[in-house]
């Protein structure tokens, strides 16, 4: 008996140790050595060298000075990478239209056109680090207002940091908005905030 199960043990042994362990570390070291800022998490480093983001990871920036991302479901405060998720509302789920309602009346107070369908709605992780050209220049206004510096310098930002459709065809314009802030904050720092009298 040992006989017809001794070859069913050093198959699965073999296997597990050539596409458990030899294989991964393979992949592994080819992509660290091919694309080695991918493999690492698309890591975003300060000037110290610090690490304060990932250029695949949305943050929640709320300051006016600063292009906001998406909206996010991810986690009880949003924007949680430990917890991604969609809001799980369908289409027609009253909730989810109550929420894109307030949030599109908010962003139609501001003035400056149509509300693009990113700016009020979750992306399916909660974490999408882009944002459409359209949603970016409807809030250059206020983020040059809040710089104190001409809108054509945070459109110059966003030029900057737009990328294009793949091969022109696949997918679509995006603005990446940690990296696009980054540079706005290398160019036009923002006026510090008048203390309280």
């Known amino acids: 008996m040992f006989a017809q199960i001794r070859p069913a043990i050093v198959a699965t042994l073999f296997f597990t140790l050539l596409l458990g362990v030899i294989y991964p570390l393979v992949i592994t070291g080819i992509a660290h050595v091919a694309f080695p800022a991918q493999a690492g998490g698309s890591l975003i480093r300060d000037a110290k060298g610090q690490v304060i983001g990932s250029s695949l990871i949305a943050q929640n920036f709320a300051k006016p000075q600063y292009l906001h991302p998406r909206p996010s479901a991810a ?31 908010g962003l139609q107070s501001e ?16 974490l999408d680090p882009d944002i459409s050209p359209a949603n970016a220049h409807r809030q250059a206004a206020r983020v040059a207002a809040a710089r104190g510096v001409p809108v054509g310098e945070v459109e110059r930002a966003i ?31 923002a006026r510090p905030t008048p203390p309280a009298s």
């Open 75 to 105: 986690g009880n405060d949003g924007y949680d990478a430990s917890n991604s998720s969609g809001s799980n509302l369908g289409p027609l789920n009253p909730d989810l239209a109550k929420r894109i309602a307030k949030d599109t009346a």
């Open 111 to 126: 003035g400056a056109g149509p509300v693009p369908a990113d700016a009020v709605t979750t992306s399916g992780s909660g």
């Open 159 to 189: 030029a900057a940091n737009t990328t294009d459709a793949w091969l022109g065809i696949f997918g679509q314009p995006h603005v990446n908005v940690l990296k696009t802030n980054l540079a706005l904050d290398a160019a036009a720092p």
